[in-house]
């Protein structure tokens, strides 16, 4: 079975950067929606950023972009999300998700996304 293992994140203050990783095992496949997601208590999920496998076309939500950047290493079947300029509100949980095929032009909805990490937490203060 495909399993994610996320790492990278950690504490920073307001303006660090951090970078996180997930890398993919378990199946050769090779297309797939890698997709980011975070979570703060009390709260959903929430999209993040998405890379297409096939092609590394890149989407990310309106409140990272410019700040965060994906990118990709087909050989080690690794994804990471380049976070800079972080601010206190980027502080969450940090899930990495995939799902076979491409993400069709924008970040899938999370319930499109069949395989989770098990998190990685990040902490701007």
Same mark, same amino acid.
């Given at each position: 079975?495909?399993?994610?293992?996320? !790492?990278?994140?950690? *504490?920073?203050?307001?303006?660090? !950067?951090?970078?996180? *990783?997930? &890398?993919? *095992?378990? =199946? @050769?496949? !090779?297309?797939?929606?890698?997709?980011?997601?975070?979570?703060?208590?009390?709260?959903?999920?929430?999209? %993040?950023?998405? +890379?297409?496998?096939?092609?590394?076309? $890149?989407?990310?939500?309106? @409140? %990272?972009? =410019?700040?965060? $950047?994906?990118?990709? =290493?087909? &050989?080690?079947?690794? %994804?990471?999300?380049?976070?800079?300029?972080?601010?206190?509100? =980027?502080?969450?949980?940090?899930?990495?998700?995939?799902?076979?095929?491409?993400?069709?032009?924008? +970040?899938?909805?999370?319930?499109?996304? $069949?395989?989770?990490?098990?998190?990685?937490?990040?902490? %701007?203060?």
């Amino acid at each position: 079975d495909v399993q994610l293992v996320e !790492s990278g994140g950690g *504490s920073v203050r307001a303006g660090g !950067s951090l970078r996180l *990783s997930c &890398v993919r *095992s378990g =199946d @050769s496949y !090779s297309s797939y929606c890698m997709g980011w997601f975070r979570q703060t208590p009390g709260k959903g999920r929430e999209a %993040v950023a998405a +890379i297409s496998t096939t092609g590394g076309n $890149t989407y990310y939500v309106d @409140s %990272v972009k =410019d700040r965060f $950047t994906l990118s990709q =290493d087909n &050989v080690k079947l690794a %994804v990471y999300l380049q976070m800079n300029s972080l601010k206190p509100e =980027d502080t969450a949980m940090y899930y990495c998700a995939a799902k076979r095929g491409a993400c069709f032009g924008r +970040i899938p909805e999370e319930t499109r996304f $069949t395989y989770w990490g098990q998190g990685t937490q990040v902490t %701007v203060s």
